[in-house]
């Protein structure tokens, strides 16, 4: 009977405008902002706004979008704990996975925004090495995504799996790799006519979420010593495996593994199900709404008008909040 929060990545395009309504409307949202441009040094339009063209820098640009979309959440967060309304567990995927860290006082909030602009988010890459890129797979629910990546596929990695869409008709796969090897998979796909569809996304030209990323990895596990991590206080749902975090030395184990490793909705969701989740809000601009299918009803908070379907939800499912926020 309880409510869980979930924080995504910033993989998707994300659009400002109900962060910046949500700024507008809300002290609680404010604060978050002025504290976060304090401890990073960035300016509240680019916080608001991402403005990633302007910087030429692939790995400054990743760096400040992350930083911008963790500010949208943990002000969101706010917002809502302003209502009283608080989250029973929290889980996330890639950046939301140490957002949620944070939110379930496994770190402090100053730490998290210090990690995220020390880490590297791209790491090294040899300028004359082949090009990197994401391609995302919608497969017939039979099919075995094996067939797609590593190692029966040189250079293509399953990075992320989002599971089966709502209308049970199809999976949705992150793939990840080398473009040229997406590509190539890509025109397979088209023309057997039997493997699902690929399509690769020309924005992104990081193949996260694979062992190409180990420098990554490196980095946050260097950083993460120092950030003051502790166990959490809240139920922190891993979107690894199965599971959920309770040590200091989980949550710095997952941080490192994160940069590397396939991510799993579904595993993230189950659990939260197994702590009795009724509801779940999905905080921020981080998920596409309607493509992601939930063990339990699911409502995408991104702007201000999104607020009364989160208190019909929590009405209607019977939903017993906690009485405290945790950070």
């Not at 799996?161 to 590509?183: K, M, N, Q, V």
């Not at 989980?250 to 989740?277: L, P, Q």
Request: proline share 6%.
């Amino acid at each position: 009977m309880s409510l869980a929060f979930i924080f995504g990545t910033n993989l998707l395009n994300y659009d400002p405008r109900g962060v910046m309504e949500f700024h507008a409307a809300n002290p609680a949202m404010q604060q978050v902002y002025d504290k976060v441009s304090t401890w990073t040094g960035l300016d509240l339009d680019l916080l608001l706004r991402r403005r990633e063209d302007d910087h030429d820098d692939i790995e400054a640009r990743s760096r400040h979008g992350s930083v911008a979309l963790a500010a949208a959440m943990v002000g969101i967060h706010d917002v809502l704990a302003t209502q009283g309304i608080h989250p029973a567990a929290v889980g996330g995927l890639s950046l939301g996975s140490m957002v949620s860290s944070a939110l379930a006082g496994a770190l402090p909030r100053e730490r998290l925004f210090d990690l995220l602009m020390r880490m590297d988010h791209v790491g090294p890459r040899d300028p004359d090495g082949p090009a990197e890129g994401v391609a995302v797979a919608f497969l017939p629910v039979d099919q075995d995504e094996a067939l797609l990546v590593e190692p029966k596929r040189d250079g293509v990695w399953l990075a992320g799996d989002f599971g089966t869409h709502p209308t049970g008709t199809f999976r949705i796969l992150l793939l990840s790799g080398y473009r040229e090897a997406l590509e190539r998979l890509a025109a397979e796909t088209a023309a057997s006519g039997g493997l699902g569809q690929v399509q690769v996304q020309e924005a992104n030209t990081v193949a996260v979420h694979t062992p190409l990323r180990q420098a990554v990895a490196d980095s946050i596990a260097a950083i993460a010593g120092g950030a003051g991590l502790g166990a959490p206080v809240l139920p922190l749902c891993s979107s690894l495996e199965p599971r959920t975090l309770t040590s200091a030395a989980e949550v710095a184990d997952m941080f490192g593994r994160n940069a590397v490793e396939t991510i799993r909705i579904d595993d993230m969701s189950a659990e939260m199900r197994r702590h009795k989740t009724r509801v779940g809000l999905v905080l921020g601009p981080s998920l596409p709404r309607g493509w992601i299918g939930f063990p339990f009803p699911v409502v995408h908070v991104e702007s201000p008008a999104d607020l009364p379907e989160v208190m019909a939800a929590i009405f209607d499912n019977g939903v017993v909040l906690p009485q405290r926020r945790v950070s």
